[in-house]
């Protein structure tokens, strides 16, 4: 069976206008918003994170929904053509699990595509693929007009934002943290203050991808997701405000130390600057290293919440930039009225920019551990590693960042 003549690619929708439930955004614009966004996002990654972006990943992203162009999810928008059409009620509607499988038929290897299947949280397993050969699977009803389009959009965003991968990546922590940046570049391109839809009697293509740069590049700078500069060369005590403040002989071992990226323990009686030790090492890594950002552990939300303030006061001594986000970052931070703040440079002249919005987006949803600076308790840090939903995301907000992990003595085995 060809492609039948009144459908076309533009036909086919990735999003829908709340208001009235009517197709609003072609998945091809959709693809394209998303590989900007992907260019980007990787442009700025900070540099121990750069060299994790594999060669390829800008178009990979491009078409993590490339799996929408399936009559099973093409037919959920009841105001869609594709509501009316008659056989598709038994297609398969997971549009992830349908791109996973499409990309990884092209003869590239198959365990990179994970990536595209585990783009809304969760991996597909073994039980879910194995469906897609019964009936009502991926190619149902010997329909070749799906496959045609979804090789129709491949080759545009091939032509935009280049080829895809061809190296493999095993199960582990690379694909998991890819997978978390697919996810992160997949939210900023859904965002409709950023991408509004097009609410019009007719779906068309509107996004070209140059205005869909344009447009990512406004995007980062407005939630500051990049903004992690330090001013070089302080000294201890003016990290920490005061010329009076001086290390002691514990924070003085620790500083020379930090001339490479590793896992140092710090073990002493309460009340010898571990904290200020901490953080004087993460000052010396972020002007020194390539580490870029902080997420500060600890035990309990009532201990975060007393060192959130802490920790701003010190940012506000050494970051360069006019302003970034520091965010509370625990199951109850949202009681918190700064859970999500804007701090400014103590010693950067001009005008902080507001970071309102910024604040906004990084308290929705799952984004506070995407700040470039957060406080919070351990287990959000330790779900990255576990089989919980979006753990992909949390690799990838910790990845790159320094981590510190405060009164472990405390921590029970839960």
Same mark, same amino acid.
């Given at each position: 069976?060809?492609?039948?003549p009144?459908?076309? $690619?533009q036909?086919?929708?990735?999003?829908?206008d709340p208001?009235?439930?009517? #197709?609003?955004?072609?998945?091809?614009d959709?693809s394209v918003i998303?590989?900007?966004?992907?260019?980007q996002? *990787?442009e700025?990654l900070?540099p121990?994170?750069?060299? $994790?972006a594999?060669?390829?990943s !800008?178009?990979?992203?491009? $078409?993590?929904?490339?799996?929408?162009i399936t009559?099973?999810f /093409?037919?959920?928008a009841r105001?869609? +053509?594709?509501?009316?059409?008659?056989?598709?009620?038994e297609?398969c509607?997971?549009? =992830?699990?349908?791109?996973?499988e499409?990309? =990884?038929?092209?003869?590239?290897?198959f365990s /990179?595509?994970?990536?595209i299947?585990?783009?809304?949280?969760?991996y597909?397993t @073994?039980?879910?693929?194995? @469906?897609?050969?019964?009936p009502?699977?991926l190619f149902e =009803?010997k329909?070749?007009?799906p496959?045609? /389009?979804r090789?129709?959009?491949?080759?545009e *965003?091939?032509?935009?934002?280049?080829?895809l991968?061809?190296?493999?990546? #095993?199960?582990?922590?690379? /694909?998991?943290?890819? !997978?978390g940046l697919?996810?992160f570049?997949?939210w900023?391109a859904?965002?409709?203050d950023?991408?509004?839809?097009s609410v019009?009697d007719?779906? +068309?293509?509107?996004?070209?991808?140059?205005?869909?740069k344009?447009?990512?590049?406004r995007?980062i700078?407005?939630i500051g997701w990049?903004r992690?500069s330090?001013?070089?060369?302080?000294?201890?005590?003016?990290?920490?405000?005061?010329?009076?403040?001086?290390?002691?002989?514990l924070?003085?071992?620790?500083?020379?130390?930090?001339d490479?990226?590793?896992?140092?323990i710090?073990?002493? #009686?309460?009340?010898t600057?571990?904290?200020?030790?901490a $953080?004087? &090492?993460?000052?010396a890594?972020?002007?020194?290293g390539?580490?870029?950002g902080?997420?500060? &552990?600890l035990p309990t939300q009532?201990?975060s919440?007393?060192?959130h303030n802490?920790?701003?006061?010190?940012l506000e001594?050494?970051i360069a930039?006019q302003?970034?986000v520091?965010?509370?970052?625990?199951g109850?931070?949202?009681l918190?009225?700064?859970?999500a703040r804007?701090?400014f440079?103590?010693?950067t002249p001009?005008?902080?920019?507001?970071?309102?919005e910024?604040?906004r987006w990084f308290?929705?949803g799952r984004?506070?551990?995407?700040? #470039?600076?957060?406080?919070g308790t351990?287990?959000?840090?330790?779900m990255?590693?576990?089989s919980?939903?979006?753990s992909?995301?949390r690799l990838?907000a910790?990845s790159?960042k320094v981590v510190v992990i405060?009164?472990?003595?405390?921590?029970?085995?839960y």
């Open positions: 069976m060809q492609t039948p009144h459908i076309h $690619l036909d086919c929708w990735a999003k829908t208001a009235t439930g009517k #197709p609003a955004l072609t998945v091809r959709h998303a590989s900007a966004v992907a260019s996002i *990787i700025k900070s121990a994170c750069h060299p $994790l594999i060669k390829g !800008t178009a990979l992203i491009g $078409l993590h929904d490339i799996g929408k009559p099973g /093409l037919r959920k105001a869609s +053509r594709f509501a009316t059409m008659s056989g598709f009620q297609c509607g997971d549009h =992830a699990l349908v791109g996973q499409f990309l =990884a038929s092209l003869d590239h290897p /990179l595509y994970l990536a299947g585990g783009h809304h949280g969760r597909p @073994n039980r879910v693929r194995n @469906n897609l050969g019964k009502g699977g =009803a329909l070749t007009w496959n045609e /389009l090789h129709q959009l491949l080759e *965003i091939l032509h935009l934002a280049g080829p991968p061809t190296a493999d990546l #095993p199960k582990g922590a690379l /694909l998991h943290w890819l !997978t697919v996810v570049c997949d900023i859904s965002n409709t950023w991408f509004p839809l019009t007719e779906l +068309r293509d509107v996004w070209t991808f140059e205005n869909a344009s447009a990512a590049t995007a700078e407005t990049h992690r330090m001013h070089p060369g302080l000294s201890f005590s003016e990290c920490f405000g005061s010329l009076d403040f001086l290390p002691n002989p924070q003085e071992t620790i500083l020379p130390l930090m490479a990226p590793g896992l140092f710090i073990e002493a #009686p309460m009340g600057g571990k904290t200020e030790a $953080l004087s &090492a993460a000052y890594r972020w002007t020194h390539e580490e870029r902080l997420y500060f &552990a009532l201990t919440n007393r060192i802490r920790i701003a006061t010190f001594n050494v930039d302003n970034s520091q965010t509370l970052v625990h109850n931070a949202w918190s009225e700064d859970r804007a701090f440079s103590a010693r001009g005008e902080p920019t507001d970071a309102s910024a604040c308290t929705s984004k506070s551990l995407l700040a #470039p600076f957060g406080t351990i287990d959000q840090a330790l990255a590693i576990l919980a939903k979006h992909a995301l990838f910790l790159g405060d009164e472990v003595h405390s921590y029970d085995p």
